[in-house]
């Protein structure tokens, strides 16, 4: 089978919405170093490598949307899609405590190698679903894990994350906090003001509504759980776009 480096889902479904996942796998194509960065199989399946359940929740969420979907086939420890070109974390040597060996002594050649292949295909695939139509919405699925570097247990559910740009988040965020088992970030756990990543790249430079939705991975582990969590999301985000008039 030859290797795409990205999956589009539902590229002609009508809604407005455009759903990304940039790091749904953890996938380390034949080219880059034979497909193995040496990194132990454990760790090539935890956070480090992908945003675990991100993509489940994504196909879910797009369904549920009846939205067009666009996810990575490539590990972000490969190259980061959500980084821009000039980003020093692009290509990680250390993260959360395990060494990259297959990044260690890549130069500007790999660099550029992984760029072209993987990287700029990905993001040109997502420039021209977001330009296909005027008003598109763009949400940005990622995962977080429970607990990261020995610091303290994360306690949210479920994060939202945003820039300058907080039309669809503000009132997603309100919506969301009405719900009485959920704990929620208010860009947490990360801030969403990220120069040169997706969202900046494809949403704010264009001045389209965007959100980033942070699930705790333990709760989408499963399909089911992506399913759930997507069906209960999309009717808030649905009634957050007509809130905000966006």
Not at 130 to 140: E, G, H, N, Y
Not at 165 to 180: C, M, N, T
Not at 195 to 204: E, F, Q, V
């Amino acid at each position: 089978m030859t290797y795409h480096p990205f999956e589009i889902i539902g590229k002609h479904r009508p809604a407005r919405w455009l759903i990304t996942c940039d790091h749904a796998s953890n996938t380390v194509p034949e080219f880059v170093n034979g497909g193995d960065l040496g990194v132990a199989p454990e760790d090539m399946a935890r956070h480090i490598a992908y945003d675990v359940g991100a993509a489940g929740l994504a196909l879910a969420l797009a369904e549920a949307l009846d939205a067009p979907a666009i996810l990575s086939n490539f590990s972000r420890l490969v190259i980061d899609p959500n980084r821009g070109e000039d980003d020093p974390t692009l290509l990680m040597k250390l993260y959360d405590g395990t060494i990259i060996p297959g990044n260690r002594h890549a130069d500007e050649a790999e660099r550029e190698a992984r760029l072209n292949a993987l990287h700029r295909p990905y993001h040109t695939a997502l420039a021209e679903l977001c330009a296909r139509r005027d008003d598109t919405v763009v949400v940005s699925v990622h995962s977080f894990t429970p607990q990261f570097k020995g610091r303290p247990p994360r306690p949210w559910h479920v994060g939202l994350l945003y820039a300058a740009d907080a039309r669809l988040a503000k009132p997603l965020l309100a919506r969301l906090r009405i719900e009485p088992d959920l704990c929620v970030g208010d860009n947490e756990p990360y801030s969403g003001h990220l120069p040169g990543d997706s969202i900046a790249r494809h949403a704010i430079a264009y001045e389209r509504p965007n959100i980033l939705i942070e699930l705790r991975n333990d709760l989408i582990a499963i399909e089911a759980d992506q399913i759930a969590w997507a069906q209960r999301l999309a009717p808030m985000m649905i009634e957050a776009a007509e809130t905000a008039n966006v």
